[in-house]
């Protein structure tokens, strides 16, 4: 349910775009890594896949739950609470672990917060905690990373500049991309499995801020090839 809201909502208050690697897929049984910057890049990153026919299990703050109508929809859709810096936190790759057996794809985030910075620019993926390396060693899934830029734009900086760029937003439209990277098959040592996850989504990031415009630096990570509209399934095609 929450990602066909995404869906519908948030073409409202952007306009989204959505492209990815000629070799990217999105098989049942994966692990979709993504770049965190914003309170309203999940909504974003839901509506992009929603367009493309995916509906993943997320894993989220667990303090969403205490929010009683978000509560039952995030339970519904088999989304998974993270308790940070509580020993339950582990429980949640079991969860993550249970959807990927069950053919569900798994929407993690590896930066585990959110940048620290009041404008709206573009926030480069910071290091990565070890959760995505641990998922993919024990459940064996690929990851596939994704990219996503603009969301800053809708919603960044302190509370009062949240509430005014939500509002705005309609007005605004502001451009909005995410694009999917080619399904990388992480290595056992954890550290340099976390550091090769980092190196994906960042790439992935790279190429989405520079759909919308967004300066960010050159890297040899970058996949030569550009981008292409989506094909996943065929019939989509990126669209506003």
């Known amino acids: 349910m929450l990602s066909r809201i995404a869906g519908a909502v948030v073409p409202l208050f952007g306009h989204l775009t959505v492209t990815a690697d000629t070799d990217a897929e999105l098989r049942p049984g994966s692990i979709i890594a993504a770049n965190h910057t914003s309170l309203s890049d999940p909504a974003v990153v839901l509506a992009a896949?929603?367009?493309?026919?995916?509906?993943?299990?997320?894993?989220?703050?667990?303090?969403?739950?205490?929010?009683?109508?978000?509560?039952?929809?995030?339970?519904r859709d088999g989304f998974v609470p993270v308790h940070r810096g509580d020993p339950r936190a582990a429980h949640a790759l079991e969860g993550a672990a249970e959807a990927l057996t069950a053919g569900r794809l798994v929407l993690l985030y590896g930066e585990g917060g959110l940048?620290?910075?009041?404008?709206?620019?573009?926030?480069?993926?910071?290091?990565f905690r070890s959760g995505i390396a641990r998922l993919a060693h024990a459940t064996g899934a690929p990851v596939v990373p994704l990219g996503q830029a603009g969301a800053r734009r809708l919603v960044s900086g302190g509370p009062a500049k949240q509430l005014?760029?939500?509002?705005?937003?309609?007005?605004?439209?502001?451009?909005?991309?995410?694009?999917?990277?080619?399904?990388?098959?992480?290595?056992?040592?954890?550290?340099?499995?976390?550091?090769?996850?980092?190196?994906?989504?960042?790439?992935?990031?790279?190429?989405?801020?520079?759909?919308?415009?967004?300066?960010?630096?050159?890297?040899?990570?970058?996949?030569?090839?550009?981008?292409?509209?989506?094909?996943?399934?065929?019939?989509?095609?990126?669209?506003?």
């Open 115 to 127: 940048p620290h910075r009041e404008d709206a620019g573009e926030a480069a993926p910071r290091p």
């Open 49 to 75: 896949l929603h367009r493309l026919g995916v509906e993943p299990v997320v894993l989220a703050a667990a303090g969403l739950w205490r929010i009683p109508l978000l509560a039952s929809a995030l339970t």
């Open 164 to 240: 005014a760029g939500l509002a705005t937003a309609p007005l605004r439209r502001p451009d909005l991309h995410v694009h999917i990277g080619a399904p990388v098959r992480l290595p056992g040592e954890r550290t340099v499995a976390t550091a090769c996850a980092h190196r994906a989504v960042s790439a992935a990031w790279r190429t989405a801020a520079a759909r919308i415009g967004e300066p960010v630096a050159a890297a040899a990570s970058v996949r030569p090839p550009g981008p292409s509209p989506v094909s996943l399934p065929p019939e989509e095609a990126a669209a506003g």
